[in-house]
């Protein structure tokens, strides 16, 4: 976590290129706790809505399949780039969609320094996702594209946007994946030292 909630979203479908890629995503609910953990809803929001997807199950459910449509739109937006491949217009033409339906969200309101572009707080499912469009966005047109990079891990590949000093960071974060490639290496060197 941390870093642009874009990227961190993508990275709710785990292990994505293994066999088995683990979907972190399962209900509504997990949708929701993951607003909760990265600060686009507030606490109040999110259980607002865990407690209201329980009654309007449907609605919570298109929710849902619209931020995961979302997401695999952006992955193969940010996984081209990261290839250094041409970007497939109609991924693009999704996360466009998506960010476009997220900004008819978004008001100027007046605050005690001036004014800010919030969304609204109406009680709609998808304002989960709203800001992770948004942040797509701005992301793909900001000068900190260059830095977004895939965890050198094959086994993780989770997106990160490289904010280090000297821009060389290769893994996600060094606790999960850098220490388990150090391991990795250290074993690999000790069986080669055996005789
Ligand atoms: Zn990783």
Same mark, same amino acid.
């Given at each position: 976590m941390g870093g642009p909630v874009c990227l961190d979203f993508v990275n709710t479908l785990d292990d994505r290129? &293994?066999?088995e890629p683990k979907e972190l995503l399962k209900s509504y609910i997990d949708l929701a706790r993951f607003g909760e953990d990265t600060g686009i809803l507030s606490a109040q929001q999110a259980d607002h809505f865990l407690e209201k997807s329980m009654q309007s199950r449907k609605a919570a459910e298109e929710a849902l399949s619209a931020a995961i449509e979302l997401r695999e739109a952006m992955h193969a937006v940010f996984w081209s780039l990261i290839q250094k491949k041409p970007v497939p217009k109609s991924a693009l033409f999704v996360v466009n969609s998506y960010a476009q339906e997220a900004a008819r969200h978004m008001n100027v309101v007046a605050t005690e320094h001036g004014f800010e572009w919030r969304f609204e707080e109406a009680g709609n499912f998808n304002a989960a996702w709203w800001p992770i469009a948004r &942040?797509?966005?701005e992301l793909l047109a900001s000068d900190q594209l260059q830095f977004m990079r895939a965890c050198a891990s094959e086994t993780c590949q989770w997106l990160f946007l490289d904010e280090s000093k000297n821009h060389r !960071? !290769?893994?996600c974060d060094m606790t999960k994946c850098g220490n388990r490639a150090k391991v990795k290496s250290f074993y690999t060197?000790?069986?080669a030292a055996e005789p």
């Open positions: 290129f &293994s066999n &942040s797509a966005v !960071r !290769r893994w060197r000790q069986k």
